[in-house]
Nanobody, 113 residues
Framework: QLQASGGGSVQAGGSLRLSCAVS????????MAWYRQAPGKEREMVAV???????HYTESVKDRFTIFRDNAKDTVYLQMNSLKPEDTAVYYC?????????WGQGTLVTVSS
């Protein structure tokens, strides 16, 4: 089960930290990702962290977003800085590789200009 939280409404340039608690097994050895889906668009992967804490980001969020994990809490985070209106979306976490788990509800991030 995936429980994302931390979304909200912010002005451009603001920051938010998203959290995703993962229930189930083997979190510490699972590559995790944050995804987002903007209105009318396909869901896209924005950040990945593997079990060794190596990270990768889609170009549009590089140098602004940071993904990190706390294996003791089975939680993955997304620190989002310098937010832009185009970051407005519902954000989800899930495995980075197939097979994905069932999607949780996600958390809505709204950035106003």
């Amino acid at each position: 089960q995936l429980q994302a939280s931390g979304g909200g409404s912010v002005q451009a340039g603001g920051s938010l930290r998203l959290s995703c608690a993962v229930s189930g097994s083997m979190f510490s050895i699972t590559s995790m990702a944050w995804y987002r889906q903007a209105p009318g668009k396909e869901r896209e992967m924005v950040a990945v962290i593997n079990s060794g804490r190596t990270t990768h980001y889609t170009e549009s969020v590089k140098d602004r977003f940071t993904i990190f994990r706390d294996n003791a809490k089975d939680t993955v985070y997304l620190q989002m800085n310098s937010l832009k209106p185009e970051d407005t979306a519902v954000y989800y976490c899930n495995r980075a590789l197939d097979p994905l788990w069932r999607w949780g509800q996600g958390t809505l991030v709204t950035v106003s200009s």
